[in-house]
């Protein structure tokens, strides 16, 4: 039988300084990137009054908040990215850890969280659950 759900996606900028370490070229200098995260979450069941799988204000909160910790810093000096590479994928993976705890009082699972440097190139996490 098919399975039906929704997939719902919130975006959100930030701005943040970077340089990647081990890195040859240009990307090794800092340098800044405007960023967009992108949130998608899915849940196949409806809230009886307002007939919402989640309120994407609640999930833009949720990102925007998360977010804020990274918005115009430099991340070369922002844990975890004091230790760990600032490269698209690592930022993706960090919000990830970030924002799955906090969705569990919704009837919703995370999907992925990506981020772009710019809209050309998109780094996706996701953890698929066994
Ligand atoms: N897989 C990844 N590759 C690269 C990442 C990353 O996070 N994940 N990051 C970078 C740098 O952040 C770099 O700033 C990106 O470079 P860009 O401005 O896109 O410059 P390019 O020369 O690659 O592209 P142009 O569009 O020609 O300016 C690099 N790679
Ligand atoms: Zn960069």
């Known amino acids: 039988m098919a399975r039906s759900f929704w997939q719902l996606t919130v975006r959100e900028g930030f701005s943040s300084a970077h340089a990647l370490r081990n890195y040859q070229g240009k990307c090794e200098n800092m340098h800044g990137h405007n960023y967009l995260a992108e949130l998608v979450v899915e849940g ?8 919402l799988v989640a309120d994407f204000t609640v ?19 922002t844990p975890p990215f ?15 850890k970030c924002i799955e705890p906090r969705l ?13 440097e710019k809209s050309a190139q998109t780094a996706t996490y996701r953890e698929i659950k066994d």
Do not use: G, M
């Open 59 to 77: 999930l833009k909160k949720i990102l925007r908040e998360e977010l804020q910790k990274l918005d115009h810093c430099v991340l070369n000096e």
């Open 104 to 116: 569990k009082e919704f009837p919703v699972r995370l999907y992925s969280v990506s981020i772009s």
């Open 82 to 96: 004091d230790k760990i590479n600032p490269s698209s994928e690592n930022i993706a993976r960090y919000l990830w």
């Open 44 to 51: 196949d069941t409806l809230t009886e009054d307002t007939e």
